[in-house]
């Protein structure tokens, strides 16, 4: 039976001519008009000035958000399951929109039911997937990916920033994430039992989450920059697509040419 992966190239954006040259000094009215997700006699106000922000100036919280929020990648989950009739066994993963880690914080925490218990078309049940994803941002530029085994409660933390000289220090950009992370295990493990997902699961109950292990991606010891978003946008796919988790090649490149599927993205979905 043929995996999800196999479908890569209906979740995957060409990539503009390498000749298409970006200069992020150029006014907006006076890049080319040729490029795939920049038209100038559009009149949608609603992706046009993100879209040039996030690619010139990196990386908006905003516009990460709407990327992972309307990413392609649930669509076609979505698409595979209800129109093309394809078994749901083979797609046992779903993906948290940025906000989800605010909304288990507040009380009561309502908004994310929708995300969570099948409610949202393109979002099943937590008791229908093996694996949750779930990106959180803090200050706006800081991201981690949180990737949850249901089954178990084994959860993985992939970090997008690595610390000075590859030790935690007491102002390391991990320590900044510790206590989200250790109210995450508590509020979604509550979240669990308020949705019922023991009994929908027919499992047994579980008592709390279990950290299996840390990673940072990618394994670059310089500052990231205005890249932390991207890189969990990037990941994301690899993991879910289960396509090879690295990257090839100069970093910086390889980001701008994300960027500019990311924009292709916006473009897509624009109003």
């Not at 922000?53 to 649930?74: Q, R, T, W």
Request: proline share 8%; charged share 20%; hydrophobic share 35%.
């Amino acid at each position: 039976m043929d995996s999800p992966q196999n479908y890569n190239d209906e979740v995957v954006c060409d990539t503009p001519p390498e000749n298409q040259t970006y200069v992020p000094e150029t006014p907006p009215e006076n890049l080319p008009t040729n490029t795939r997700w920049y038209r100038p006699v559009e009149e949608s106000k609603n992706w046009s000035c993100n879209v040039m922000e996030f690619y010139h100036n990196g990386d908006a919280s905003s516009c990460i958000s709407f990327f992972v929020g309307n990413m392609k990648l649930m669509r076609f989950r979505w698409k595979e399951i209800t129109k093309n009739r394809r078994p749901e066994q083979l797609f046992p993963w779903t993906i948290m929109p940025p906000q989800f880690y605010d909304l288990l914080c507040e009380t009561p925490n309502h908004g994310a039911l929708p995300f969570c218990i099948g409610m949202k078309e393109e979002y099943p049940a937590l008791w229908d997937v093996d694996t949750v994803y779930i990106p959180i941002v803090v200050e706006d530029t800081h991201w981690l990916l949180l990737r949850v085994d249901m089954r178990t409660l084994e959860m993985y933390v992939y970090f997008t920033e690595n610390c000075e000289d590859g030790v935690c220090q007491t102002t390391c950009i991990h320590r900044l994430f510790y206590p989200i992370i250790t109210r995450f295990e508590t509020l979604f493990k509550s979240f669990l039992d308020n949705i019922l997902f023991w009994e929908n699961c027919g499992r047994d109950v579980i008592p709390k989450l279990k950290i299996l292990g840390t990673e940072v991606w990618p394994q670059y010891n310089g500052p990231v920059g205005s890249n932390s978003g991207v890189f969990v946008c990037m990941l994301m796919r690899n993991l879910v697509l289960e396509l090879p988790n690295q990257i090839e090649g100069n970093l910086q490149d390889t980001c701008m040419k994300y960027r500019r599927f990311m924009a292709d993205e916006f473009y897509a979905a624009r109003a």
